[in-house]
């Protein structure tokens, strides 16, 4: 019987052809065979296009067609694994095989599932175990081979002696059958449709049909450098005696646009000419992944507003497992109806997330990490149970999952429970797989969602139900896998094992109606007016291809067996782009980013400028003509690209601030319909609603609790110049921390006590260090800190802390060193040291500091004062790098030092000559900073003081400035303290930037990308 090739590029009607052959030939029953289940429901659908029923035709895939053979031709068929039997097969295959090179790798996760794939690749290729391990001897030097070799066979033995198949086997079998049984085919014409490519089990099955009936297939190929890695199977079929019966030419009226025909005939080509664009093909480049989805979204909102039916735009990317999720997110946001047609790893969703790391909590090496990330990933779990864990972990009251359930005792994670009291490795398998559905129904069990619908409980996701069905379903099959000779009772690391080498659909049913996200190879099937190609990024598309774990290149090319022999890589890369170029009947979008979303440069794939080439000669020009671009700016949509009532809102709110008035304006000025708007202004009315956002302080009892504090601190006061709100959350709300206190607050505390208590009770005969006593100092600052450090808690717990304490040791003794080296009449006065004001019950207390309406209070690290009993210094130990000069304290109004001046005059009865910050971390420039009398400094007392004296940065003046800095700190310090006291707060951190570490962000919710601007409505400070 003829085996007979219909030839053609994309869009020469090549399905079209095989429609018509199978329509005029229903009465002979014919069978169309194609890649994938969609593909079928796709021809089938065309089939009876008409409206009329096209009854005789069968449409399936390869391996459904080598099971019915396998029943036609009534051979008994053992029963297939399962794939989790499959992989305990292989596993038991390791265990089994005497191994030398690959030892130590074959007890690495993954390993297994690698085996596998290979094992699977080699019966596609009907690669038999002899036949890889005569290549390999012939090959020689070759031990790797000859054990994957040993593998393969103790594989195929384990499952023959299971009595079980596998699609190798079945395929094998079904073929044979069909050689040596001439009644196992009734001679129904059979068609191919859709293959780039044939494995040799296929080919040989589609040889042995053509033995007996009439096959055609169709073959995507033509004399063109885009289609050269399909030249292979053309070959291939024509070695074996394919005849070309049809060879079709590309039809340009395929598309409306000339400049789209243009790219799908010479993409690729050697001197194809330029052809100017016509408006088919268009370019965005953004800003940042989400800027880029946001873009094309916005763009396909557009054609969906202007009529296009959804059904008829699609969106490629070349890895929409990795990038899918976060376009149909965002496309989602923007209320587009969106599919993505891509298998999900299942450990990405969230019930896969939470099942894998409760295997692994319940495992042998398990680590709390583990059991709090199936804690967090369950959202049936109350989240306070995480937080406690999260908390004793933190806080080093908990090192194992063993301490915490014990802490637990009888309130233990349920589903951890229940694995607990399970009695086998099997049983807890089980439990696992029953865990499974639970996770992903229990927070539904008293409502039930819609997809989609905004409810009060947690959004109903389909994928997560789904999820838990792969999940149960593949667990209880592993749990199953004991039974199989060879194989041991599963372990939780194996079921880890499995949920992570396990995919889940994203999608389910048909996509009418949606834009669909997909990848090149399944968009090659796909028909539509619009296509978006979106994340074109160097690195991307083209991409790199996976390397095979197992059996590398070199390999391969050893081995000599053209089965396993891979495409050539930038062949495939090149023919799927081209693929994606000529889907589209309207217009090709290409986009990028141009940087991700901190704005590091993120370069564009090359296939872009192939496309830019083809449009013109002056390739800048033709850029420039056919991009948009779209920068990280734009991080909310403008009010005229938005989508739905909810992108409306997010777009006033950034451009027009929360001030529903203004936005009312806005919208008239742009020409927008206030009726269409109603439902963002409403929106953004609720959300400018003073308790939506946070602050300021209303509630009666709060203000009057802050107004009736009469003694402040300049720390605090310090605190609320810099954000009114961080200083509300962390001293007035002073939310409790999970981890003990950060090591440098931990440590800043001890060394400021050490070196109080250094200069108490000085080691030497002078109250500083001088050269000949500073090791005594040394060495009596080391025991003391000792001594400290041994009462405390916290203590040495962790590496990063010896080397913190190691470091400040130090950076102490450099302090010590250099102050002996220091030529100076000042002393510290003893009564001075840590010298507290404002605390009546302390011993010496001055008194507090009036301050008009209320007083402050605090604690002075240090005042030295001038032999003559007066002229004081005010020291302050930072345990940071850098201080604070003299302009940036008047600049950011730091009130602390000119204050502490104001209580050493005012109370102390003293006459202050400087105040300085010392920096005890500071690696290269150690000198004190902060103000002084210019006098002291060039001839007087301070002329021994290392300070920072140089034109910009002087922290010396003369007495009229000091004295002016005293006066102003003071005038500021009764301005804010009694804004401070009138509750008035706000986001207003200094000069409109939160400073990178405030972990307060998540309680103040300020939108810091947006800057200043957002903030500035109804902010008194701003
Ligand atoms: S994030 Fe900014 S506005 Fe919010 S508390 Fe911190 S500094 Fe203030």
């Not at 497992?321 to 997110?329: E, I, K, M, Q, V």
């Not at 048909?510 to 990848?519: F, H, N, P």
């Not at 739905?644 to 529903?660: C, E, F, Q, S």
Request: charged fraction near 30%; glycine fraction near 8%; hydrophobic fraction near 40%.
């Amino acid at each position: 019987m003829p085996l007979e090739l219909i030839v053609g590029p994309p869009n020469s009607g090549r399905s079209g052809e095989v429609l018509r052959t199978l329509a005029a030939r229903l009465a002979d029953e014919p069978l169309l065979i194609v890649p994938t289940r969609d593909d079928i429901a796709r021809f089938e659908r065309d089939l009876c296009a008409g409206g009329s029923p096209a009854l005789g035709a069968t449409i399936r895939t390869f391996g459904a067609v080598f099971s019915d053979i396998a029943t036609a031709a009534a051979i008994a068929s053992p029963p297939r694994l399962s794939p989790p039997q499959r992989l305990a097969l292989v596993r038991a295959a390791i265990g089994a095989t005497d191994l030398r090179v690959l030892r130590r790798s074959s007890s690495s996760p993954g390993f297994a599932p690698a085996l596998d794939s290979l094992i699977a690749e080699l019966q596609a290729g009907l690669v038999a175990p002899p036949s890889l391990r005569a290549s390999a001897e012939a090959a020689g030097d070759a031990d790797l081979e000859l054990e994957l070799a040993a593998l393969y066979e103790a594989y195929e033995k384990l499952r023959d002696g299971a009595g079980m198949s596998d699609a190798g086997s079945i395929a094998r079998t079904a073929t044979k059958a069909l050689r040596d049984d001439p009644d196992a085919w009734s001679g129904r014409p059979v068609l191919v449709y859709g293959f780039d490519d044939l494995t040799e089990s296929q080919l040989e099955l589609v040889l042995a049909l053509a033995g007996r009936t009439e096959v055609t297939i169709a073959v995507n190929y033509a004399d063109r450098e885009a289609l050269a890695a399909r030249a292979g199977l053309l070959t291939r079929l024509r070695e074996e005696g394919a005849a070309v019966g049809e060879h079709l030419e590309l039809q340009h009226g395929y598309t409306t646009s000339a400049t789209l025909a243009h790219l799908s005939e010479s993409l690729f080509e050697v001197a194809p000419g330029t052809f100017a664009p016509d408006g088919g093909v268009k370019l965005i480049e953004a800003g940042g992944e989400r800027g880029e989805a946001e873009a094309a979204g916005i763009e396909i909102a557009r054609l969906i507003s202007a009529g296009t039916d959804p059904g008829e735009i699609v969106v490629v990317l070349r890895n929409p497992s990795r990038d899918g999720p976060l376009f149909a997110s965002v496309f989602r946001g923007l209320g587009i109806p969106v599919t993505l047609e891509a298998q999900l790893p299942l450990d990405g969703t969230a019930v896969g997330r939470s099942l894998l790391a409760l295997c692994r909590a319940a495992g042998e090496d398990g680590e709390p990490a583990d059991l709090l990330a199936h804690l967090r990933a369950d959202t049936a779990s109350y989240p306070g149970k995480a937080d406690w864990a999260e908390r004793a972990v933190a806080r080093g009251d908990a090192e194992s999952v063993a301490d915490l359930e014990r802490r637990w005792e009888d309130a233990m994670p349920p589903h951890l429970a229940r694995v607990r009291e399970a009695r086998s490795g099997v049983d807890q398998v089980r439990t696992v797989a029953a865990a499974a559905r639970r996770i992903a129904e229990w927070v539904h069990r008293e409502g039930a969602p819609l997809a989609g619908e905004r409810s009060e409980g947690v959004p109903l996701d389909a994928i997560e139900l789904r999820a838990a069905v792969t999940a149960a379903e593949l667990l209880e099959e592993l749990a199953a896998v004991a039974s199989l000779p060879g194989c041991d009772a599963p372990t939780l690391s194996e079921a880890a094992e499995a949920i992570e080498s396990a995919s889940v659909r994203s999608w389910l049913g048909a996509a009418e109606g949606r834009v669909r996200i997909l990848s090149p190879y399944r968009a090659r099937a796909a028909r539509c007016r619009h296509l978006f190609l979106c994340a074109m990024q160097e690195g991307v598309f083209p991409g790199r291809g996976a390397l095979d774990p197992l059996l590398g290149e070199e390999s391969r090319k050893r081995l000599g067996i053209p089965q396993l022999r891979r495409r050539e890589q930038d062949q495939e890369e090149r023919y799927l782009f081209h693929a994606c170029v000529s889907r589209p009947t309207e217009t090709l979008t290409l986009s990028w980013r141009s940087c991700d979303d901190e704005g590091h440069p993120a370069p564009r794939s090359p296939f872009v400028d192939e496309v830019i080439d083809l449009l013109g000669e002056d390739a800048d020009a033709v850029e420039r003509e056919v991009t948009t671009k779209r920068g990280l700016i734009h991080a909310v949509p403008m009010p005229s690209e938005a989508t739905n009532p909810r992108t409306l809102a997010r777009a006033l709110t950034a451009t027009a601030g929360r001030d529903v008035e203004a936005q009312r304006a806005m919208l008239d000025g742009a020409g927008i319909d206030l009726a269409v708007a109603g439902d963002s202004l409403a929106i953004t009315a609720a959300s400018s609603d003073p308790a939506w956002r946070p602050g300021p302080l209303e509630h009666p009892d709060v203000l009057a609790s802050i107004a009736g504090r009469e003694s402040l601190s300049a720390n605090s006061l310090e605190g609320w110049i810099e954000c009114s709100y961080r200083w509300f959350v962390s001293h007035e709300l002073s939310p409790e921390r999970l981890a003990p206190v950060a090591d440098p607050l931990w440590l800043g505390s001890l060394v400021h006590a050490s070196l109080h208590a250094l200069y108490a009770d000085p080691p030497g005969d002078d109250t500083i260090p001088r050269p000949g006593d500073v090791d005594r100092w040394i060495a009596r600052f080391n025991e003391i800190l000792d001594g400290l450090l041994g009462g405390e808690d916290a203590g040495f717990k962790g590496a990063d802390r010896r080397l913190s304490i190691a470091r400040t040791r130090l950076q102490v003794r450099k302090y010590l060193e250099e102050e002996a080296e220091r030529e100076t009449d000042l002393r510290p006065r003893p009564d001075l040291l840590e010298r507290t004001f404002g605390f009546p019950d302390k011993d010496g207390d001055p008194g507090a500091l009036e301050l008009g309406d209320f007083t402050l209070r605090g604690a002075i690290d240090r005042i030295d004062v001038a032999p003559d009993g007066s002229r004081a210094v005010v020291r302050d130990y930072k345990t940071s790098k850098k201080v604070s000069g003299r302009a940036k304290i008047e600049k950011e109004k730091k009130l602390q030092l000119p204050l502490y001046m104001l209580v050493a005059r005012d109370l102390l009865k003293l006459d202050p000559i400087a105040g300085l910050y010392h920096p005890l971390a500071a690696y290269g420039d150690r000198r004190g900073r902060g103000i002084a009398l210019r006098d002291e400094v060039k001839d007087g007392i301070l002329s021994g003081e290392p300070l920072v004296a140089n034109r910009k940065t002087d922290d010396a003046v003369e007495a009229e400035a000091f004295e002016e800095a005293i006066l102003r700190a003071r005038t500021d310090a009764v301005e804010f303290g009694a804004r401070m006291r009138a509750g008035q707060i706000d986001r207003n951190p200094l000069e409109g930037k939160c400073p990178t570490w405030c972990e307060y962000q998540p309680i103040c919710r300020r939108e810091r990308a947006l800057g200043i601007e957002e903030e500035s409505q109804g902010s008194d400070d701003s």
